[in-house]
């Protein structure tokens, strides 16, 4: 996947075998060969945008493509008519877990979607833009208005990217973050009027384990000087009860009993998931000396092994986007 700043083309799973790229004005998608038997073209059509707002100075659009299979195209200009974004997502508004300015997927002519009793000729979703607003306000607390695109690109785990932008003088993208496998929302949980962002560390997301049986583990990110940074106070939970210690050891014990455990080994050492979940779970409400103090407590094999697990563990857990502002000591 290749991404800049403003605007971004996509190689990959969401697009079911379809290929992006730019050429002669228009987005247009490729049918890859291997997957499908034919190939056509896919164009966007730029002249009749789906929905059409002008915010601070900027004109925001949405676009549809001709065959109506895909996301739709969000395209931004400025009041020169420079053009400062263009990318598939959908308009966000703050405060509601589903896109409300989406044009959603088409659904097959057997089985048609109907939105407000209106049905349009690709039978996508219609909508009645009178009845629209456009959600701009303030969530940083910086004073300049922001927009909110997000782009769901699917995936058998379900993978959302989150784009905020500046409409101030400027525009400029001031947050990204991609969701693999997860979902998030701007939520202002401590009632400050800046809004957070709740979402998923996706670090250990298939690490010696299977991506449904992987911790994702909840992050808080707070607007503080120009950026996003993980919010430890907004984190931070009290040291569970050992009975979920207990609860967590029975079923590891029960993985373990399996015919044929996943998790990690080398020798005679198997450590399955829920170890590892219940480790991270410390980690991130921040009780890092718990965590270790737990892996004291349930390891029941060789030194060797011990310091093994610990040394890859952390080195996965170093690969964390907000591993230098977790708690680790």
Same mark, same amino acid.
């Given at each position: ?164 932008? =500046?409409?101030?003088? #400027? +525009? $400029?993208?001031?947050?990204? &973050? ?8 701007? @939520? ?119 310091? =093994?697990?610990?040394? #890859? +563990? $952390?080195?996965?857990?170093? &690969? ?8 680790? @000591?």
């Amino acid at each position: 996947m290749r991404r800049d700043a403003v605007g971004f083309e996509t190689r990959g799973e969401h697009t079911k075998g379809y290929y992006l790229y730019k050429a002669d004005g228009w987005l247009e998608l490729e049918i890859n060969p291997e997957i499908y038997s034919n190939e056509e073209k896919i164009q966007v059509n730029w002249q009749k945008p789906t929905l059409d707002f002008a915010a601070h100075g900027y004109v925001i659009q949405v676009f549809r493509d001709n065959f109506n299979y895909f996301p739709s195209v969000v395209r931004i200009t400025d009041k020169n008519k420079k053009k400062c974004f263009e990318g598939y997502g959908a308009l966000f508004t703050v405060g509601n877990f589903e896109p409300t300015l989406n044009v959603d997927y088409t659904i097959n002519d057997d089985e048609p979607y109907v939105r407000d009793n209106k049905l349009d000729e690709n039978h996508g979703w219609v909508y009645d833009t009178k009845e629209k607003t456009l959600d701009t306000r303030d969530i940083t607390g910086d004073g300049q208005p922001n927009l909110i695109i997000i782009n769901n690109h699917g995936g058998c785990h379900g993978c959302q990217d989150f784009f905020l932008f =500046s409409l101030g003088k #400027e +525009f $400029k993208l001031i947050f990204r &973050q991609d969701m693999d496998g997860h979902y998030g929302e701007f @939520k202002d949980i401590d009632g400050d009027g800046v809004f957070e962002f709740v979402g998923y560390d996706s670090t250990f997301q298939g690490w010696y384990t299977c991506p449904v049986d992987s911790p994702m583990m909840e992050i808080v990110l707070r607007y503080r000087d120009g950026k996003y940074k993980l919010a430890r106070d907004l984190m931070a939970e009290p040291l569970p009860a050992y009975a979920v210690e207990a609860e967590v050891r029975r079923e590891a014990e029960d993985e373990l009993s399996a015919y044929s455990p996943i998790g990690w080994c080398k020798n005679d050492a198997i450590v399955v998931p829920p170890v590892w979940r219940y480790m991270l779970q410390l980690i991130y409400t921040g009780h890092p000396n718990d965590a270790w103090l737990f892996l004291d407590r349930y390891w029941r094999w060789g030194w060797l092994e011990k310091q =093994s697990f610990l040394e #890859e +563990f $952390k080195s996965q857990l170093s &690969q964390s986007p907000y591993a230098a502002d977790l708690p680790l @000591k």
